[in-house]
């Protein structure tokens, strides 16, 4: 505030005001010295009251304040005949002697210097609001003038919207109809006495020729101005039309025709797919319709048929065929059924409403076509008038939503528009979720945020946010698990009885369906008592969407992933799931490598997911659609292994019948993926650094030098510089190929991963052996979290898989959870005693020994029995160690486990496991012996020595086909053995 003049006795009576506020002044200067170029002044940026002698002081003194970029209001002794015309822009006269004129103006200032606080927070959130309301945008100052136009209505305005800035928006804007008109202006006058936001009613604006019909909300922004966002929703096609309307005497019908479920189509079909159908609606549509009738398509997937000269009893007649027809009709390609929901309204000719015609037919027709989708979709619904009554009431309803505060209107709607917006955009439960507590977290200014789901008896977090160092997210997840429960009923919460200490907070249930889901905790400071309390409330009103919102993706989830699940299954597509930071990390690697055509090295231990990361590597390439091979170096016989990469001509050796390319040249344009590169002898890593370096290889028997585009991915669990050390990998190969390293975390260093991994693949099997069940129980999520996955994700994998199979209820149980580790603890040893197999004929045990065993035994003599009933002859052994191979893989997790679990060489088992996997036992009656067969194998290994139990179980087999009364040709071939090998087995089993 500045005093230029100091003799007048304003300056007595505004230090009394000046010391009576609560509003702060920047400056306060009672001499008119220091004014207009004091620094302070300038860069205060708020507005200046100045108190001067009289007008005539003033109007010189503005030319001199003319520089300032602040509003000046002058304060003059003497206020008779005040011209404020006679200012520059942004400068006012007050009259500070009409009653409390200068108190009101003071808290008007301290208003505005709140209003300025978020005025950048509000702009900010303006482009989402007419995101998420209306494409069309405008900004008015007090007196209407625009301010400014957003480009897309500025598209619609044409050359017009290039003069618009400045005009009267009336002027630009027309509103054709006087009472649409009045309406308007007094919304508009009326904004700065709500200071809230208003729902705007359909009005119509006209364009050239065009007459847009529009809806949407106009608020208060701060400094005087309004912003009004509009939505499109119908476009007439003629001015004449409206004109046509309003002079006409017959009845006019407008019908609104909504395909339902339109949202789900599009995004189950695509975008193109639901384009599509929007054009054969039209068309459909217009089959229809008679000569005089208009059909026309609103915004979105509402279309509308005008229908002149018809009365309601018409107007239902032809809706009536029109429905029929469309509900007939086969959409686009795919051949899609589809429901409509119609609203239709009439005006009669005695009702006719001159001018409000247009604007009241459609807003029947809109409320008729509300009405049919509130029950459900599906039918035609003609305007009746208790609809508005309901919209009243609705209306009503929704005034209670809206505070005196415009910062917090804004906030609830963004909170709301927010969350509307990424219920349309995520279909993952888990984004879902971690984004609802980012907002919460952002939106709500909370210190935590946390969304929990109900997991049997408890809730368990599904995701949170903490934003305070005072407190960890397990004692928060603790205190929420002990203290939160649900009633009886489970349809609502019992809140917590003991307090969450440091923290002020509240618990909102999430109510679906009468049933509680999950409910959401935020936390603030304690000192924020009264705002968390405004929060809460505003809270309350989005839970009911979010709530909904999670039932649906719940369900979308299930059902996605029963498909997901068989459709990946069948192709053999590799998903990869993670949250971990450590995952993270990884896979911005992945992102940043996979464009280029740079070799890439993946380490990780077995079961990592290394397979899986080449072939993201190979998505992510700048080929995704040329091949992606994988040769894995480990299962393929050494001598073989030059002829599988590099391919060979015929005749090179025995065997040899064909040309044949190798995989290096069928994986030419895309990506070769070399699994367990360790393992290849030293002889083919001369060969392959040759190819590293030239991108060039000769097949074997051939001379000619063939060169292909191929880009290089290798995955080794070994430690590669060690076996450069021991002399077992080439050194240059190895600094060859290790242009890019990608270090595969193992599981258990990945967080919370191995929890979501199981939790996905429990769904995924339950889907796949078609079983209900919902969760772990808390104990075995217990057990879970104490376990360290030594064969990581494939260990993990083949655990849930094995759950699923045991699980008979809706939860998974410890019992079911059959870890390595632990199962290895409880070993019991026991010493097989073959001979007495032998000696009983696999009935009559003699002896005690493993029930098991005998089980076994009885088994192998059924499949002997029906082995010697085929034509082409099955070799059980074959078909046993397969069985064998794939129970030890499912409960170890790897190859590379199984072999150290029995004992064996690694690339001993790989190659036994890729030969039988290879063969086909899908006899229909061996079909339940297989599975009594695994069931007995899953059982024996999770109680005898692993090392000992095959060999006992082969002898077994071998007991079983020597004593069969067949051929040693027969028996050599049940057992796959050459006739010495059998020779040397009946000796065995002799001595
Ligand atoms: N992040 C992940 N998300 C989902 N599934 C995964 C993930 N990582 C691995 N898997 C699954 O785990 C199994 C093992 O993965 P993969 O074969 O890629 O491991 P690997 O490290 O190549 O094993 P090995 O070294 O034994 O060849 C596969 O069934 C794979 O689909």
New binding site residues.
Partial sequence: MYVEKLNTPLVAELQQYVAATEFQFDIVLLSSALARNDKAVQSSGGALLVACDSQEDALNLTEEYALLEQPVHWLIENTFHLQNNQLIPGHHFVDWRAAGVLSMMLSQLKQQANIHQDKVYVEHKLALLSDCLGNLSLTLSADGTIKHINQELMLKMGTKGLSANGQSWQTSLPIPSSTAKARMQQILADLSHTHSMTRLPPFPIQLDKTVLMVDGVAGPLPNDESLLILRQVAQWQSHEWVEQLSEQSTPVTLLLVNPDDFAELNRVHGREVGDQVLEEIMQCMSQVLRTDDFASRYSGAVFAAHLPETNEQQGQILASRMLQKLRSQAFSKKKLNLAFSFGLATLDSEELLGEQSPLELFRRANAALQAARSIGGGKLVSWQPQFDANILANLDRMSGKFSQAPSDDFRLMNLQWDIIRLIGSTHSLQTFSSQVCQLLATGLQSKFSGLYMQQGAHFNCLSSRLISADIDEDTIHQWAKTHIKLDPNGSKLVQPTAALSSFHYVVIPLVTRSRCVGFLLVCWETSAQESARKCAEQLEQVTPNLAAAIDRIMLLEQDENRRVGVDKEQSGE?????ESPA?RTLMQQVQLVAPTDASVL?I???????????QQLHNHSLHPDKPFITV?CSTIVEHLIESELFGHRRGAFTGATSDQPGKIAQADGGTLFL??VGELPLDIQSKLLRFVQEKTFVAVGDQRVRKVDVRLVL?T?RNLPDEVAQGRFRADLYYRINVFTLN?PALNERGD?PLL?AR??IQKFACQYNKDITDFSNASLDKLGDYHWPG???E??NCMMRAVILCSGAYIEPEHLILQEQADDNVVPIKPNVASIASTNTNDVSEPQSEELVQIAELLAEVVALAKQQTKVLSVSNWLEKQWLNQCVLKWG???QVAQQLGQSESTIRRRYAKLNKQDFSHDELFPLTERCNHLLVSMLDTETHSVLWPSIEATLHQIVIQQDVSQQHKAKLLDVTQPTLRKIIQQSQG
């Fill in positions: 590799h998903e990869l799931l993670f995952m993946i990780g231990e077995s079961g990592t997911g290394k397979e899986v990361i080449a894995d699994d367990e995955a669990n595969l991963d991994l996905h693949f990581n994700v494939r993990l994998r790897s190859l590379y």
